[in-house]
């Protein structure tokens, strides 16, 4: 699998921008840190934080046109609100021009921006390394976050998804009814064990 990284980032630095590939070698590192600290295999999830982003090269317009091309399913919320978008084509694109075909990679790809519910472990690791590599510097709550993800991977999780939530109301932005699922499945999760913590 190390050859196939190295192979990836090539590929990668040719069609990302510079930007855009920084972020996500920095997120491909992160991915691996949080993997030594869950006790994941490191080549795995260092290959789905490099991957993660490989359809940002293309815009909303074209992501759409190409998940129709390709029978991608899209929708109507997605089309109306097309930038989580590049995590579904990104997992396609993996599989397809990248030749990754490990299911578990190709899942944290595809949930990457929304997150779902009842994610496995390397879905978790993505999504969190995604908010906390060291290139982020606009959340208000990154420094708390970071730490609280090499506590606590699901209170991070939950955490994240609820700032996020809570950001894209205020802007009144639409909200993907995917994270709204995955937020709701992890608040019922948090209340539960609160309640048989109780007990």
């Known amino acids: 699998m190390g050859f196939q990284i190295l192979k990836v980032r090539k590929k990668l630095k040719s069609k990302l921008s510079g930007s855009r590939y920084e972020h996500s070698l920095s997120v491909s590192f992160t991915c691996a840190c949080l993997a030594m600290r869950y006790e994941y295999p490191l080549q795995k999830a260092e290959l789905a934080g490099l991957i993660h982003d490989c359809a940002k090269c293309y815009d909303d317009v074209k992501i759409i046109k190409y998940c129709d ?27 397809k021009q990248y030749h990754i075909d490990d299911e578990e990679i190709l899942s944290a790809v595809a949930c990457h921006t929304t997150g779902k519910p009842d994610m496995q472990l390397l879905d978790k690791i993505l999504y969190v390394a995604d908010y906390i590599e060291a ?65």
Request: hydrophobic share 40%.
């Open 69 to 95: 091309k390709h029978n991608i399913p899209v929708s109507p919320e997605e089309r109306k609100a097309p930038a989580v978008l590049h995590a579904k084509y990104g997992a396609w694109l993996a599989k």
């Open 135 to 199: 290139r982020r510097d606009k959340a208000s709550n990154l420094t708390a976050m970071r730490k609280l993800a090499f506590e606590d991977l699901d209170e991070a999780l939950y955490q994240i998804m609820k700032g996020t939530l809570a950001y894209l109301n205020k802007k009144g932005s639409k909200v993907d009814p995917m994270t709204a699922q995955a937020f709701a499945y992890y608040e019922e999760k948090k209340k539960t064990a609160a309640i048989e913590n109780c007990e």
